[in-house]
């Protein structure tokens, strides 16, 4: 349950077309990047992470022209917060379920570069898929590399630098800290007020998104989070207090909408017009009418 907290909260991070774009100046090589039409970036809506790959991987994946030559891009979130075993081969599977659809579809192979999302606390090293091939035999082995991002050898301060959006900077830093957020927030409160700060930059929609994160990963009751941000970040303080009181306007309309609408529906069933309900419920014409038309289906 925990991991489809946090890739959820990735994709949707990411879902961002300038976000990502962030991403992949802050990690492929200039070479690779110098080549990259990223104008031309465009979301592969399929899943390639199949049921094999699913404990180790979440992925979002987008189609890029390469001087004129069309590649794929897929970014990997490395779900497991520990060094993966052979990921070569992981990555391998990966990039064949891509060309086999692609292949199923009639379409041309293209190049995939792999980005590995990870943010565990073990060094990650990387190491050979074969080691100590013979040169003779190189040939005869798949040679590939992946790009990588690892959240655990970035500073905090590296990652507001190397992200221009402020909801790409406070994502991947609640991310790179999210085994103890809240403890690091409050232990280290300067560096975290510097961070915060940045919500203020934010729309409201990704506030949301940030806000509901932090609910669910840290396990403690929103009021008690709210107090926290409320000593380090005047900033989040503000923004959260407007968000919470805006929610509650709107559950209380909800509520009302939903009392109104069983109220008209009794009406209907005791014959009253159109016009009554309307004046007693102050629901419009066209609803109430939508209501006894779904009625009587």
């Known amino acids: 349950m925990l991991n489809n907290i946090h890739d959820?909260?990735?994709k949707?991070?990411?879902s961002v077309t300038e976000n990502l774009?962030?991403?992949?100046?802050?990690t492929l090589p200039g070479e690779i990047i110098s080549g990259i039409h990223t104008d031309t970036l465009e979301y592969d809506q399929t899943e390639y992470v199949d049921k094999e790959l699913a404990p180790y991987f979440a992925d979002i994946a987008c189609n890029v022209l390469y001087g004129d030559k069309p590649i794929k891009i897929s970014l990997l979130f490395e779900h497991k917060s520990s060094l993966t075993k052979n990921i070569?081969?992981?990555?391998?599977r990966y990039m064949l379920n891509v060309w086999e659809r692609q292949n199923s579809n009639n379409e041309e192979l293209t190049p995939v570069i792999a980005i590995v999302f990870y943010h565990g606390k073990p060094k990650w090293n990387r190491t050979e898929m074969v080691k100590s091939v013979p040169e003779e035999l190189r040939r005869f082995v798949p040679l590939f590399d992946y790009a990588l991002f690892d959240t655990k050898q970035i500073e905090d301060l590296t990652i507001m630098q190397l992200f221009?959006?402020?909801?790409?900077k406070i994502g991947v830093w609640f991310l790179k800290r999210r085994e103890n957020l809240i403890s690091f927030i409050q232990d280290n409160p300067l560096l975290a007020r510097d961070i915060l700060r940045e919500i203020r930059n934010i729309e409201k929609t990704d506030i949301q998104r940030i806000r509901l994160y932090l609910y669910n990963v840290s396990g403690m009751a929103p009021d008690k989070i709210d107090q926290i941000m409320k000593t380090v970040s005047p900033e989040s303080k503000d923004i959260f207090e407007e968000l919470r009181m805006k929610e509650i306007q709107e559950g209380i309309q909800k509520g009302i909408e939903k009392t109104n609408m069983k109220n008209a529906l009794n009406m209907i069933e005791k014959g009253y017009s159109d016009e009554q309900i309307a004046e007693i419920t102050n629901l419009s014409i066209k609803r109430?009418?939508?209501?006894?038309?779904e009625r009587s289906v």
């Open 8 to 10: 959820s909260f990735f």
């Open 12 to 14: 949707r991070t990411f």
């Open 21 to 26: 774009q962030d991403l992949l100046l802050s």
């Open 88 to 92: 070569h081969l992981q990555l391998l």
């Open 164 to 168: 221009n959006r402020p909801d790409a």
């Open 288 to 293: 109430i009418q939508a209501l006894r038309k």
